[in-house]
């Protein structure tokens, strides 16, 4: 693969920034230049042909169709569904015909349309790997998915949400957005071994006011979000984190571009300042990826409400990392192979309890931010919380199977659309189940506490046509994750399932296999 000479300007870089955010005057001049200036490189995707602006959705498709045709035996762009404004959203295939299986590698950008350097970052790539001259044996071992504009109509607008003012990043268990489903299905028929998810944060925040008396700002390029998520398998998660990670950071560092595990400042319930790290939410794309048992990255870029402010920089930086991915993945081939094979193996043996709830690991450490008025670093100590850390607080065995109402159709079509098997029973069948109960003064309408969700042991008759989710199958951490009752982002929390006028949760753990039923699609 081509090497760019990776030099950075370090002459001033003033930029003039358009943006009202009132943050964003901050970002200029000798902020920049001190602590973000932009490499000494040429990129020539759409958004680096003018100077102000980001791209429009044309320029991307044009840009694309043009880097397809140069090599149309090796990209294909298919559209995976319309935006709500009726825009296609393409999905660029890079990948071989024909010959060997290959490692599958998902990226997606701009699912948050505020964030263009994510999208235009995966331009880049593309395009390096198109021009690259050993592509062709990349393309023995490695094919791609790219998603590059997820959230299309958020993009044009230049706003995080879509034009439902959903943020598409709390919608992957929900799936309530047409965005999110078209996205969700196409990931889940591709089912890679390595799933991306590009992003840029806000530096300036208020809730940074209360750490000091300073004016502060987060002072890193990159902040990674891997997820902590204690039902991704182990072995997956180390894997994420000591290989790819670990890679990642150095290439990072060698170019100068500083980065962090992914933290929000907050404030815990005595009004203490802490660092919230990590993140294991299956409603967002890291840890619903991890869960189909795919090594899964979530990374943010220095850039939200900064307008075109250290542009070439972020774009170069997303683009880094994209390419260091691929580079580990190339490297470290077998072993990733074996890694997502293995986990997805024992992830059908059932091999693991699942984890009901984990506390964050709490400990005292220090950040850097970068002191506003004074352009110096300033290294605070602080509670940190590390979702990425986490232990295990409770747990409980796997059923064999999850059984779903005939009543429940629509919410075992978003458990397809997540990639999940479904069965339905061909005749009645009497089982031996366990059965979620509220207890009786719970039964009324809200949340009950996870402390009032009973199980009790029965023999049941489901009718025929009841639906079966077996835990012997690849994505059946999603499941587990999605309907236990007590998961924060699952179908109960969420009341996509209620509890009937008995106090019954209408989600059965079936404790044997079901022989009578047939797969559905
Ligand atoms: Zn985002």
Redesign the pocket.
């Known amino acids: 693969m081509k090497t760019l000479a990776y030099i950075f300007c370090l002459t001033l870089f003033l930029s003039v920034s358009n943006n009202t955010d009132a943050f964003s005057q901050l970002q200029t001049g000798t902020l920049v230049s001190k602590f973000f200036p932009d490499p000494d490189i040429e990129i020539n995707t759409p958004g680096f042909s003018h100077s102000d602006g980001f791209m429009k959705y044309n320029d991307m498709m044009n840009y694309l169709q043009m880097k397809a045709d140069k090599r149309s035996d090796i990209v294909k762009i298919t559209f995976i569904g319309e935006s709500i404004s009726g825009k296609k959203i393409p999905l660029v295939y890079l990948g071989k015909k024909s010959g060997n299986p290959t490692l599958k590698i998902w990226m997606q950008g701009g ?2 349309g505020n ?1 263009p350097a994510g999208t235009e970052s995966i331009l880049m790539f593309i395009n390096e790997l198109i021009e690259a001259k050993n592509i062709d044996s990349i393309l023995n071992y490695i094919s791609f998915a790219f998603v590059p504009m997820a959230n299309i109509d958020g993009y044009e607008k230049q706003v ?1 949400l879509n034009d439902n003012k959903a943020d598409l ?1 709390r919608d992957q268990v929900k799936l309530e957005q047409k965005e999110s489903v078209y996205l969700k299905q196409a990931f889940s028929d591709f089912a890679p071994a390595v799933a991306i998810d590009f ?3 806000r530096p300036f925040r208020k809730e940074l006011d209360k750490f000091s008396n300073k004016k502060l700002c987060i002072a890193q390029d990159i902040l990674f979000l891997p997820s902590g998520n204690l039902n991704i398998p182990v072995q997956l998660r180390e894997l994420t984190n000591l290989v790819y990670l670990s890679d990642v950071k150095e290439i990072l560092g060698k170019n100068e571009i500083t980065f962090n595990n992914y933290f929000v400042p907050d404030q815990d319930g005595n009004g203490m300042n802490v660092l919230r790290m990590g993140g294991d939410s299956p409603r967002s794309s890291s840890t619903s990826f991890g869960l189909t048992n795919a090594v899964s990255i979530l990374f ?1 870029i220095r850039g939200i409400g900064l307008d075109r402010n250290s542009y070439k920089r972020r774009v170069f930086s997303g683009y880094l990392i994209a390419r260091s991915i691929m580079e580990t993945t190339l490297a470290n081939r077998a072993k990733v192979l074996e890694t997502v094979n293995a986990s997805i193996n024992e992830t059908i043996k059932r091999a693991n309890p699942i984890v009901l709830d984990s506390k964050p690991l709490g400990y005292q450490g220090s950040m850097d931010f970068i002191d506003v008025k004074n352009l110096e670093y300033v290294s605070l100590d602080m509670q940190i919380q590390d979702v990425g850390r986490s232990q295990s607080v409770s747990t409980r065995k796997r059923p064999k199977a999850y059984l779903l109402l005939a009543e429940n159709a629509p919410i075992v079509r978003k458990l397809q659309i997540l990639g999940l098997v479904v069965d339905t029973l061909k005749s009645d069948v009497k089982i031996k189940t366990e059965v979620f109960m509220l207890e009786p003064n719970d039964t009324k309408p809200g949340l009950p506490p996870d402390s009032s969700i009973r199980i009790s042991k029965q023999k049941r008759v489901f009718p025929k046509g009841c639906f079966v989710i077996t835990t012997a199958q690849k994505n059946a951490n999603l499941a587990v994750s999605i309907l236990e009752p007590e998961m924060e982002n699952g179908f109960f929390k969420y009341e996509m399932i209620k509890a009937n006028s008995e106090g019954e949760i209408p989600v059965y753990r079936l404790l044997t296999e079901v022989k009578s039923s047939k797969r559905i699609r």
């Open positions: 699912l948050h964030e995080r990043n992003h840029e944060f943010e």
